[in-house]
């Protein structure tokens, strides 16, 4: 590439291993890169040339979406793109860091038709959605509950003489409020609701429901709906609330595949899946822990990195020139861990597509004994992941000074989708409360005797009372660590006489650290398979960052009980610190490996040729505020203040 910056053409030529072969290891494939990079041209054709979303205004931005949701769609059928990667890949960049008002459309509304609806039901209303001849949302979380999901108030009554569910909002609480898309785009929605037949109560299940006419749009009649106004980001999509008054639908619309209402209104409840309703829930937690890495984690590590090598600042060294802020060991200490957790949070991510896929497979063959073990991981992996992205990337905004805060940094789009992350789809502290859950009972289990496999089965194995950490930090031994960590809390944390609330805030502890014990064991696994010297070297450089910066952050979960003992953690500070000398040489190359497209990341400052200052010159000089030169404002309301005498008010 031409005209890349001195710096970071240096940096490039300075590494030690093949990037492209990385790439290939992170995309699963040399194949899989190679059909990713023909469907992003395919996309980059299509989207590069947009008007800057900072410039916009909300309703700008939801209508560049709905336009931009119409040509995606058409250039997916063009092309033939229907396996999900695929889809993925091209819709990443024609909404970089935001989302599709049809987003809940794909990632909620068909799975849950999919999943929970009679062949019946799929046939008939599967052909419409897939040609989005209907739109829907997912309509369960209210004005007064979202957590807890036995406390929503919709109702669906069973009225046997028309054989129809009247569904009605009883109070101002059981508003629907939130669903992504539903106050303007949807004219479908699958309404979690409470079941009454025969006058009892049977708990939420899910309905279809009609919204707004096919012809109009308007909302049919007994529905009050809209837009539920701006938010913290998520600008391009219609979050919304409904409010049904008496609003009637057909039985057959209530999706049946596990229970069901007969005619005159019999309850048969599902012996097949404890929780069916909760199921697509499962599949979004499992499936964002990728997406937090692919989509937060490692674009922002690619931008302060990048901007990092680029950017000099303070005295003067022998060269006559600022040092590159990225030589600073405390600029280090800032980035490098992150980049270490980019990586294990996409290797996670992996490992929990391929387990719901697995369990998935295996529950639709009505074995459900590994779905308790799913929903567990899935919840308190989500949590730590979410938190973790949402902190290291206010953490890159500060690594990179004054311009951070810009808008042309790309931080703030970045950040605002992801933090949501930690409330939607289960708010962290209660997903790791129902993650400990599993864990205690289950920990109760293997004391009792009972042998564990899976993420759990260290519970029931013996685990060492001392570490082997030399200062040779072999992978195992760090897994190790983290394994005797997880279960020393499991054990503080099930004492079968203290409450679940008085012990909770340890409970969330040991939540995190099951989950810790996972990611640094997927971790080592990945780096152990991989072939090629000079990558595994890289990676297992970021392995050993990744569960030493979490020993030495939380070095009293570790030293306590003389696990790990003092003239250890000495080492272990130490490694650290070597470890970070270590990865400079490679860490503009460990974000290249990314192989993200400017237009994806939208970052001046991460640009990949590091051209940074005479962009970030060119962006601020087209921003409306500096079109005309004397803006209609001054005439208003300054020119009275500074030129009295030329004011015509
Ligand atoms: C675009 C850029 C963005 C960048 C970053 C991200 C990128 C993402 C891009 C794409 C990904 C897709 C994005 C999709 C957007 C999603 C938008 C968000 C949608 C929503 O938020 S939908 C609403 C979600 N709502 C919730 O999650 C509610 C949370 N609450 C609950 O789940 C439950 O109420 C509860 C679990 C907390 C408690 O339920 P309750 O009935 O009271 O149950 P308990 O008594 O606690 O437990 C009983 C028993 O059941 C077990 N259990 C609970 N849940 C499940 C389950 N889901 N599956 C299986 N089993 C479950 C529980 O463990 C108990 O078991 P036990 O009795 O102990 O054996
Ligand atoms: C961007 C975004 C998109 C969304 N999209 C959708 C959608 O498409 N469809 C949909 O149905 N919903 C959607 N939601 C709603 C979302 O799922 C809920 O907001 C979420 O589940 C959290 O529930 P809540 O708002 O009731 O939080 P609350 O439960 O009110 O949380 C408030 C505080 O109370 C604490 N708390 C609550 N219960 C407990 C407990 N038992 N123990 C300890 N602490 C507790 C929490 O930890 C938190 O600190 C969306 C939300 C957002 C932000």
Not at 267 to 282: A, C, D, E, I, P
Not at 374 to 379: M, P, R, T, V, Y
Not at 414 to 422: E, F, H, M, Q, S
Not at 485 to 507: H, K, M
Request: aromatic share 12%; with cysteine.
């Amino acid at each position: 590439m031409a005209n890349v910056n001195p710096d970071l053409r240096k940096e490039r030529e300075n590494g030690t291993f093949s990037v492209e072969k990385l790439t290939n290891l992170l995309d699963g494939g040399k194949h899989v890169t190679d059909r990713r990079r023909h469907v992003e041209r395919l996309a980059l054709n299509e989207f590069s040339k947009g008007e800057d979303y900072n410039f916009m205004s909300r309703k700008e931005r939801y209508i560049s979406a709905l336009h931009k949701t119409e040509r995606a769609l058409r250039c997916c059928k063009e092309y033939g793109l229907t396996k999900p990667d695929e889809v993925y890949w091209l819709w990443q960049l024609a909404f970089p860091h935001e989302a599709s008002p049809i987003q809940l459309h794909g990632d909620m509304f068909l799975p849950t038709l999919t999943r929970q609806g009679t062949e019946e039901q799929v046939n008939k209303y599967l052909p419409l959605a897939e040609k989005y001849q209907i739109i829907g949302t997912y309509a369960q979380t209210e004005m007064g509950h979202g957590t807890f999901i036995r406390g929503l108030e919709t109702t669906a009554t069973y009225d046997p003489q028309t054989e129809e569910f009247i569904l009605h909002s009883p109070t101002l609480t059981s508003l629907k409020w939130w669903p992504g898309g539903l106050g303007k785009t949807s004219n479908y929605a699958i309404v979690m609701a409470l079941l009454y037949t025969n006058g009892k109560n049977y708990g939420m299940h899910p309905f279809m429901v009609q919204l707004r006419s096919h012809e109009t749009h308007e909302p049919l009649p007994g529905i009050t709906i809209g837009d539920i106004g701006p938010k913290f980001g998520f600008d391009t999509i219609d979050n919304g609330f409904v409010q049904f008054d008496h609003f009637r639908i057909p039985r057959e619309d209530m999706l049946m595949k596990y229970s069901q209402v007969l005619k005159d209104g019999t309850y048969v409840k599902s012996t097949k899946l404890k929780k069916s309703s909760y199921g697509v829930m499962v599949l979004v937690r499992s499936m964002l822990i990728y997406y937090l890495a692919i989509q937060g984690l490692a674009p922002a590590c690619t931008i302060a990195i990048r901007y990092s090598a680029v950017r000099r600042q303070s005295e003067q060294t022998k060269s006559q020139l600022e040092p590159q802020i990225l030589d600073y060991q405390t600029q280090q200490y800032k980035l490098f861990p992150i980049l270490a957790s980019a990586y294990a949070v996409l290797f996670t991510g992996v490992k929990m597509k391929e387990i719901y896929y697995e369990v998935d497979n295996e529950i639709q063959q009505g074995h459900t004994e590994r779905l308790p073990e799913l929903h567990a991981l899935s919840s308190g992996l989500k949590a730590l992941t979410s938190s973790m992205a949402s902190w290291c990337i206010e953490r890159c905004r500060l690594a990179c000074g004054g311009h951070g805060y810009s808008a042309a940094s790309g931080f703030p789009k970045i950040y605002v989708a992801v933090t949501a992350a930690c409330t939607y789809e289960g708010e962290n502290t209660v997903m790791l409360l129902q993650c400990a859950r599993y864990l205690i009972k289950t920990y109760q289990g293997a004391s009792n005797g009972k042998k564990l496999s899976g993420s759990v089965s260290y519970l029931s194995d013996k685990v060492n009372s001392r570490s082997t950490i030399t200062s040779e930090f072999s992978l195992k031994s760090l897994v190790d660590a983290f394994k005797h960590r997880a279960f020393r809390f499991q054990a503080c944390g099930s004492d079968p006489e203290d409450s679940w609330n008085r012990n909770s805030v340890v409970l969330t502890k040991a939540a995190e650290a099951h989950c810790y014990y996972y990611m640094v064991s997927v971790f080592e696994s990945v780096v152990e398979a991989v072939e090629d010297d000079a990558v595994k070297r890289v990676v297992g450089q970021l392995c050993q960052l990744f569960a030493l910066f979490a020993i030495h952050e939380n070095a009293g979960d570790f030293v306590q009980d003389g696990f790990i003992s003092n003239d250890q953690m000495e080492l272990v500070k130490w490694k650290e610190l070597s470890l970070l000398s270590d990865i400079r040489r490679n860490a503009v190359l460990l974000v290249d490996a990314f192989d993200f497209h400017d237009e994806f990341i939208g970052s001046i400052l991460g640009r990949f040729d590091g051209n940074v200052y005479a962009n970030l010159f060119e962006w601020a000089k087209s921003s409306p505020l500096n079109k005309p030169e004397v803006q209609e404002s001054y005439i208003k309301y300054l020119q009275p203040l500074l030129n009295p005498n030329k004011s015509k008010l």
